[in-house]
């Protein structure tokens, strides 16, 4: 007697299966940004993805994770590791600017910030975890390539700091001033305007790291 062959099930990993993972992600951030943590539940990243409920948990285990996998991804998709590859051959003036601009462009994009006010959103009714997860994904990752990439330039006597940690953080603080905080307030007047204003702040703000942490 002939036996039927049998269908190898398909595993995770496969096209479709990848498919449906990128569904969810896309589905879970739109919800996130539009009606914050709190207010997405699974059911509705179920059905904006198109995909059951079954296969949302089945991908992500819980909301939390499916949140840390969101903002994970969006973060990479963003600022890649490669945003911060250190180049001996290139001036670190320019390498500087390069992710400054890089930098500051990404953190005052509408979407970007729709993202934290909604995580803020939560912070505000009691889920602080939620903003502990943005920030470990999101800035401390950035800061800690940031720190690599200065060490390199230290090595290479491109640059003279003694506090690679403090200095990073300065870095990053003075390329945004207060730029982040007028979009995250809504009080851009001009989107021309502010966009040029955006980007000589990130200029200057290399400058200024620069005078203090140039080797003299």
């Not at 994970?72 to 890649?80: E, G, S, V």
């Not at 989107?191 to 200029?203: G, K, M, P």
Request: glycine share 6%.
């Amino acid at each position: 007697m002939s036996t039927i062959p049998q269908t190898k099930p398909q595993g995770p990993g496969r096209p479709k299966d990848m498919e449906k993972r990128a569904a969810i992600l896309e589905a879970a951030k739109a919800l996130f940004i539009r009606n914050a943590f709190a207010g997405t539940s699974m059911d509705a990243v179920a059905a904006e993805a198109g995909v059951s409920k079954l296969t949302v948990y089945s991908h992500f285990g819980d909301k939390d994770n499916l949140f840390r996998e969101v903002i994970r991804a969006r973060i990479q998709d963003l600022i890649p590791e490669d945003t911060y590859h250190y180049d001996p051959a290139e001036d670190i003036r320019e390498t500087l600017q390069r992710i400054a601009l890089h930098h500051v462009r990404l953190d005052c994009d509408v979407q970007n910030v729709g993202t934290f006010r909604a995580i803020l959103s939560d912070c505000r009714q009691g889920n602080p975890r939620y903003g502990k997860l943005l920030w470990e994904e999101g800035p401390d990752r950035t800061q800690g390539l940031m720190k690599r990439l200065l060490q390199q330039a230290v090595d290479d006597s491109k640059l003279d700091i003694v506090n690679i940690t403090r200095a990073a953080g300065q870095f990053i603080s003075l390329i945004k001033g207060e730029m982040l905080m007028r979009r995250m307030f809504g009080c851009e007047e001009c989107v021309q305007s502010y966009t040029a204003e955006l980007e000589q702040t990130a200029r200057d703000g290399v400058d200024m790291f620069l005078r203090a942490y140039l080797p003299r």
